[in-house]
Nanobody
């Protein structure tokens, strides 16, 4: 059974930085694309960033470009999201997810396993 566990969320001031992680168990982590999504209060879950199975190809949503960076370490079965220059509007629950194949996708329907989420709160 595939399990994804996020960690590293918390409270940070605007302009600050945070790195969240997603540890995977079960399945073959290095065979699948992975992604980060977030859900703001009262909103639908939205795409943040994704990475291909090898880590060589990444995609970031326009609203995080230049501020957030997705990466993965297949030896550690872990994916990361480095978040810099955080804004209050980045406050959300952040979810990691595993793609149905080796490529990445911006469509949450292309992901079949999800973590439980980690709260990120940015104060002004």
């Amino acid at each position: 059974q595939v399990q994804l566990v996020e960690s590293g969320g918390g409270l940070v001031q605007a302009g600050g930085s945070l790195r969240i992680s997603c540890a995977a168990s079960g399945g073959t982590f290095s065979s699948y694309g992975m992604g980060w999504f977030r859900q703001l209060p009262g909103k639908e879950r939205e795409f943040v960033a994704a990475v291909s199975w090898s880590g060589e190809v990444t995609r970031h949503a326009d609203f995080v470009k230049g501020r957030f960076t997705i990466s993965r370490d297949n030896a550690k079965n872990t994916m990361y999201l480095e978040m810099n220059s955080l804004k209050p509007e980045d406050t959300a629950v952040y979810y990691c997810a595993r793609s149905r194949n080796s490529a990445y996708s911006i469509d949450r329907g292309d992901y079949d396993y999800w973590g439980q989420g980690t709260q990120v709160t940015v104060s002004s």
